[in-house]
């Protein structure tokens, strides 16, 4: 069965410095991974999607993430964190490339920026 | 920008009542989801839908949930007799295509039973 897991429950970083957010999957087939972001009060949002093609991906508000299957891993990568990146981050697998097929969350990363 | 839109932002309720949950989903969209996150949990797969019938749905989806489509743009959960756990934030997503696309997700409900 598919599985995500999100290896931090809170990451603390200042304004301006570099955001890592970890993601390790656990998939049976060629996994659909995605980056949803959730600002307090509002809902999700799509930050960006790796569906077999390049392994690097963009996303929006300067977002990226790389696919590793060999590591099981998709972390989030930001180059400069803004006040406004603070939410909650979750990484969702889903498995089938067919119709009605669930996502698959993990449990968030709270992400707090510091001036 | 289309977005998926759900009302009401909040619904309160007694034990044992039933309660309706509205989404209108992107009006191109085919596929059809709920979802809910129990406070400090994880968002949770309830069911999908296709087709005017539904296409998958966790174990959490039992008889006391039901989904509708009624009238070609609204997408409802109805909770038969709600529950004190069934208290959540309920998210509705919708999705345009059958391949590598992503779901897009309304701001949510959040349902109190007290």
């Known amino acids: 069965a598919q599985s995500v897991t999100q290896l931090d429950s809170h990451v603390s970083v200042s304004e301006g410095t570099p955001v890592l957010l970890r993601c390790n999957y656990s998939?049976?087939?060629?996994?659909?991974l995605f980056w949803y972001v959730q600002h307090p009060n509002k809902g999700l949002q799509l930050l960006l999607k790796?569906?077999?093609?390049?392994?690097l991906v963009k996303g929006i508000n300067g977002f990226e993430a790389e696919f590793k299957k060999s590591e099981t891993s998709f972390h989030l990568t930001k180059p400069s964190a803004h006040m406004s990146d603070a939410a909650e981050y979750f990484c969702?697998?889903?498995?089938?490339?067919?119709?009605?097929?669930?996502?698959?969350f993990g449990k968030g990363t709270t992400l707090s920026v510091s001036s | 920008e289309p977005e998926v839109t759900q009302t009401p932002s909040h619904q309160v309720t007694q034990m044992g009542q039933e309660v309706i949950l509205r989404c209108v989903p992107i009006?191109?969209?085919?596929?059809f989801y709920w979802y809910r996150q129990i406070l400090g949990q994880k968002v949770e797969f309830l069911v999908s839908?296709?087709?005017?019938?539904?296409?998958?749905k966790s174990e959490i989806f039992d008889d006391q949930f039901s989904v509708e489509r009624p009238d070609g743009s609204n997408f409802t959960l109805k909770i038969r007799s709600t529950k004190l756990e069934d208290s959540a934030m309920y998210f509705c997503?919708?999705?345009?295509?059958?391949?590598?696309?992503?779901?897009?997700f309304g701001p949510g409900t959040r349902l109190t039973v007290t």
């Open positions: 997503a919708s999705r345009v295509g059958q391949i590598y696309y992503e779901q897009y």
């Open positions: 969702v697998v889903s498995d089938k490339d067919q119709a009605g097929t669930a996502l698959i």
């Open positions: 009006s191109n969209h085919l596929y």
């Open positions: 998939s049976s087939y060629s996994p659909s």
């Open positions: 790796y569906t077999s093609a390049a392994t």
């Open positions: 839908f296709y087709n005017n019938e539904i296409s998958e």
